[in-house]
């Protein structure tokens, strides 16, 4: 398995509504109300991010896996809780 590819991914800004997030040539946009694990973590748990594969993000001081596609698109994968 190759390594990370983690010095292609950054957090850019912070925002009380959520942040972006650069991806090699692609900026995205990680709304709260879409992902609320990150809604009360520090900036440093947001800012430390890997990205071992090209479809998944790991932030692994909120031990939080989410595909990219995920953060394209929402709306394709609902929120469920039991």
Do not use: C
């Not at 398995?1 to 850019?12: C, D, F, K, N």
């Amino acid at each position: 398995m190759p390594g990370a590819i983690t010095s292609e991914v950054e957090v850019s800004l912070a925002t009380n509504k959520g942040f972006w997030l650069l991806l090699k040539d692609e900026e995205l946009f990680v709304p709260f109300a879409e992902f609320p694990w990150f809604k009360k973590a520090t900036l440093e748990q947001i800012t430390t991010v890997e990205w071992p594969t090209p479809d998944h993000l790991y932030w692994p001081l909120l031990d939080v896996d989410l595909a990219v596609e995920s953060i394209r698109d929402p709306g394709k994968f609902p929120l469920v809780a039991k």
